[in-house]
């Protein structure tokens, strides 16, 4: 029996079972036991399905990140898949909101963002190797930090795109089994004011006080905010002063930002930076980047888009993309390179961070089989590198 042929006859509770296992090993960021326990699941089963698989360390807590290869004879760019196994929860929800299946959905922690992209991701890539040796390269990247921004895997992540064709990411799929063709880029405003203290009642005119001031920057930042280019900024902690008595010589806040475009971004970091203090007496020390930059819809993102549609249609679905989102990922950090990203081709579901999490249980074969299709298609086609 091919390949192909036993990808269309995996049923439905084959999968469930399978992506049951995952959800089980329950991994919150930062976790370095848990995430090490379903890093040497994963590396089993990747290694039984004759893959080849690195876990590289990253970090001082040396999070497992790891990186499974269909490898191929020949010198082409890859095409990357990327997911993450962390998740939002902390250990013991699986326990308090046990995995269940009710009314078609497959409730649990972490099982629709993104244990159940991931698994799925893994499988497909099995399926394809077992065909023959890929055209190009096919590696997938299990991410132990999404959930915190990716700041540890960032810089292998990157460095993987730089020689990728293509760039696959399985987070979970959008309302309908829709996809994600564009994501605005995410950022930081750290913002700290220096004034003068004084005591608030024998002194008051003498002091400079730096939550005064920062009162003056949020509403500024906040200012900044254009719903009409998509651009947000919220202030979202403030922190500041010793005591009531006395005028506040340090305050500080962080900020989220969202851009559409670099172009924007560094607009608005530019202005961000060109604040200057409203109080005499008192200095600002700011700093202000990207943690992800925005994944623009390219045309050659358009082209993947394509193409990734005709595999649909063939799988039997029509697949929709979404709007721009508001939310990042890795593909973020793909797209940056100028490599062609696909984004939100996981399992179809919703709920994701909440205790309602859940995926849909009859749509994983259809899933499954549209994963390796595409995965086959780019994997045999040297055409858009």
Aim: aromatic share 6%.
């Amino acid at each position: 029996m091919s390949s192909a042929s036993a990808i269309n006859d995996i049923k439905a509770d084959q999968i469930v079972a399978g992506i049951r296992e995952w959800v089980a090993l329950e991994t919150p960021p930062h976790d370095v036991k848990w995430l090490t326990e379903f890093s040497e699941l994963a590396t089993h089963q990747a290694k039984q399905a004759g893959l080849t698989v690195d876990t590289i360390p990253v970090g001082d807590s040396k999070q497992p990140l790891v990186r499974i290869r269909a490898p191929s004879d020949n010198n082409e760019k890859s095409v990357l898949v990327l997911a993450h196994y962390d998740t939002v929860h902390p250990v013991g929800t699986v326990e308090r909101n046990k995995l269940r299946i009710e009314s078609d959905k497959m409730y649990g922690p972490g099982t629709y963002d993104m244990k159940a992209g991931g698994y799925l991701a893994l499988q497909a890539m099995a399926a394809l190797f077992k065909e023959h040796q890929p055209a190009r390269p096919v590696e997938l990247l299990l991410v132990p930090d999404e959930e915190s921004g990716s700041r540890l895997s960032r810089e292998n992540i990157e460095a993987l795109a730089r020689n990728a064709a293509f760039a696959l990411v399985a987070e979970p799929a959008r309302a309908g089994g829709e996809c994600v063709t564009s994501r605005k880029g995410t950022g930081y405003i750290s913002m700290t004011a220096i004034g003068v203290p004084s005591h608030a009642g024998t002194d008051h005119a003498k002091g400079r006080s730096a939550i005064r001031e920062l009162a003056h920057q949020v509403l500024a930042l906040e200012a900044m905010t254009n719903y009409t280019e998509g651009t947000t900024l919220s202030v979202g902690r403030i922190e500041g002063g010793t005591n009531r008595n006395v005028v506040p010589e340090r305050a500080s806040l962080i900020t989220d930002f969202r851009v559409v475009t670099k172009a924007h971004g560094e607009r608005l970091m530019a202005a961000v930076r060109a604040l200057t203090p409203v109080t005499d007496g008192v200095r600002l020390e700011i700093e202000a980047d990207f943690n992800r930059p925005p994944f623009e819809r390219s045309k050659q993102v358009q082209a993947l888009f394509e193409r990734a549609q005709r595999v649909a249609r063939v799988t039997g679905f029509d697949l929709g993309e979404v709007p721009l989102t508001g939310g990042g990922s890795d593909g973020n950090f793909t797209a940056a390179f100028d490599v062609p990203t696909l984004d939100g081709l996981g399992a179809e579901g919703d709920g994701a961070h909440t205790l309602h999490e859940h995926i849909v249980v009859s749509t994983l074969p259809l899933r499954l089989r549209f994963l390796h299709g595409l995965l086959r298609d780019l994997a045999w086609d040297k055409a858009l590198a």
